[in-house]
């Protein structure tokens, strides 16, 4: 039996490795082409339907829909109570009320 090098394992891992992602990056390029179609069909049910935002996240009321989210929602059960959902950290208020904000 011959013992290859540590040197040799790592390229073919390496070699093994760059050969997955550009099989990854084919399969993407694939894939899209494929799905173009199906996308116009479904913008075209999205805007007869009116559906609003995609749902980003589900714990909390003010940040499931970006959109349609006010000021008071994060603080109903106090006005200084703390944030006890992370992505309500994690997400920005919409343009529209940080504008608004700005004004007040």
Partial sequence: MVRMRKANI???YLAANLAL???????????VRDAVPGLAVKAEMVRRLGLT?????????????????????PFQDHPMSLEH????????PPAYLRSRADKL
């Fill in 10 to 12: 790592y390229f073919i």
């Fill in 21 to 31: 992602v550009f099989m990854l990056f084919l399969h993407s390029r694939f894939a």
């Fill in 53 to 73: 935002d995609l749902c980003l996240f589900t714990e909390a009321r003010y940040t499931r829909h970006l959109s349609q989210t006010d000021f008071n929602t």
């Fill in 85 to 92: 959902f992370p992505s309500g950290s994690i997400v920005e």
